[in-house]
Every structure is written in C-alpha cells, then in structure tokens.
C-alpha cells in the first residue's frame, strides 16, 4: 500500500491528502526558485506523489506561481512549466505540479504534518546555483551533483530498498 501523505499550509486554509510509493525526503534541491520560495535553509525537499490520488480543500486558497528561468541551463529566459502551488493566506510553499509528466505531483516536505521516513542517503543537486552563505551538510553515503541528478525519485527508492509498494 502506497503511504497516505497529509499536508498542509500554515493557517491551514488548504489540506490536501495524496499518496505516495516514494515519500522520502532525501533530494535536496539548492535552486534559486526553490531556496527563494521555501528554502530557508538554502535548499528545499521534493517528494513523488501520485497525482490522481490527491485530494485537496481550499482550493480557493491557492495560488500558482511559474517562476521565469535565465541562466546556463537556460541561455533564454522561459517560463518554467512547473506550477508551484502556495497558499495565498499565509504563503506556505505546498507543491509542484508540472504537465508535462501529469501522473505525478511533488508534495514540499516542508508542507507535510504525517510523519516521513528518515533517508538513508541524500541527494544534494543545484549546487552550482546554491547562495555562497550556504554550507550543505554533505553526509558519507550522499550524492552531489552541479546541475540534475542522474536517477529518478522513484529510481533512488527501488534502489535503496525504499520504494513503498
Ligand atoms: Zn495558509
């Protein structure tokens, strides 16, 4: 059985329930969109959730926000098919939903009040776009990458014996 992932903003004007065969909080995304948005720390965490599954109230509440990307990766600036969703009350970062792969959503760790299961390994990726103050805690089994990272979400579950069936 897929894990029930139970989140929220702050106020608590938008809920949603969706789940999940991949709820570990291990990639650590250090983007100027993700650190600016959410990431007080200098980074933000993804997970994979099944879209079709979700469930949300308070839909009214929601604001999207498609963030504009120039840099390296993105000589011309585009705006990003991504669709981060935020509560316009309280302006909790909530998810990411992008159409181009629409069977999954990516639920911010940040927003989820269910307990999650603790990574074994992390995955650390933007670095090369992380602010200079920011100094990432890199564990020994962790992984670092510049740009993207080479596998998946639901690859580093299956890999790591975490994928929940
Ligand atoms: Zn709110």
Not at 22 to 41: A, D
Not at 93 to 121: G, M, N, Q, R
């Given at each position: ?25 291990f990639m ?7 650190r ?9 965490i ?27 990766e993105?000589?011309?600036c585009e705006?990003?098919?991504?669709e ?22 990516h ?21 090369k ?16 990458f510049?740009?993207?990272p ?5 690859d ?10």
């Amino acid at each position: 059985m897929p894990v029930l992932l139970k989140g929220s903003c702050r106020c608590g004007a938008v809920r949603f329930e969706v789940e999940s065969h991949t709820p570990v909080p291990f990639m650590l995304c250090y983007c100027s969109i993700c650190r600016k948005q959410q990431g007080g720390g200098g980074f933000a965490i993804n997970l994979g959730a099944d879209y079709e599954t979700m469930n949300i109230r308070g839909k009214r509440s929601l604001g999207v926000y498609r963030a504009e990307i120039e840099d390296d990766e993105h000589p011309h600036c585009e705006v990003s098919t991504g669709e981060r969703n935020f509560c316009r009350k309280c302006g909790a970062a909530l998810w990411l939903y992008d159409p181009t792969w629409p069977d999954l959503v990516h639920p911010f760790a940040s927003a989820i009040d269910s307990d999650l299961p603790k990574p074994p390994e992390k995955v650390h990726l933007m670095l090369k776009y992380k602010a200079n103050w920011v100094e990432p805690v890199i564990g020994k089994k962790d992984k670092v990458f510049d740009v993207y990272p080479e596998e998946s979400i639901a690859d580093w579950h299956k890999r790591t014996g975490m994928w929940v069936e």
